[in-house]
């Protein structure tokens, strides 16, 4: 993810009982491998945290979000264990050899036992997963930027799917919020 994949206002979506753009905050793009094409309407603290990650990516002169104090991604696409870095931001348990200190996963484990310890790598399976639950397929489908039946390329931004997205993803915060409670400290 890069800096201008965040916007305060959707680039092409009006709010009808104003007039005007809707408000964010959004993470829109195409996923690079596939160029889907998905949408994201943010909660405030992963939004915060994402405005953290761009200040300092600009500051070290870094391209990406996620990178280190010279600017170089935290995700290494030459490495044999590309994101490294990033899964021990998400889980590390603190052994006397901690690189980041305590993951946030970890953190959050400790206020709320029974919240799942999803690990990183499977983290972009949650969303669809809760999602399907209440929403179907169609809709877990759109979280992961992926390709529905119905979904043309000349109304995939204004596809109606897409508020409904919005709006189930903002009805998971109750179920979200020791995770968000966590993202907030580290922003």
Not at 37 to 55: A, P, T
Not at 67 to 72: P, S
Not at 81 to 97: C, F, H, L
Not at 109 to 132: E, M, T
Request: charged content about 25%; glycine content about 6%; some cysteine.
């Amino acid at each position: 993810m890069v800096p201008d994949d965040l916007y305060s206002l959707h680039p092409e979506r009006i709010d009808q009982a104003t007039g005007m753009p809707e408000v964010g905050p959004w993470v829109i793009f195409e996923r690079p491998k596939t160029f889907e094409y998905g949408e994201w309407v943010l909660f405030k603290e992963v939004q915060e945290l994402l405005k953290w990650g761009i200040q300092r990516s600009q500051a070290c002169g870094g391209n990406t979000i996620l990178c280190n104090k010279k600017g170089v991604s935290w995700y290494q696409d030459h490495r044999r264990n590309a994101a490294q870095r990033m899964t021990k931001w998400w889980g590390e348990v603190p052994n006397g050899k901690t690189i980041t200190g305590v993951g946030v996963i970890t953190r959050i484990q400790r206020i709320d036992a029974a919240f799942p310890k999803h690990p990183l790598k499977n983290l972009r399976k949650v969303l669809p997963n809760l999602l399907r639950q209440d929403y179907g397929s169609e809709i877990a489908d759109l979280s992961n930027a992926r390709r529905v039946a119905r979904t043309s390329v000349t109304n995939r931004y204004s596809d109606p799917r897409y508020a409904t997205l919005k709006m189930a993803i903002l009805d998971l915060r109750p179920k979200l919020q020791p995770l968000l409670d966590e993202l907030a400290k580290d922003s």
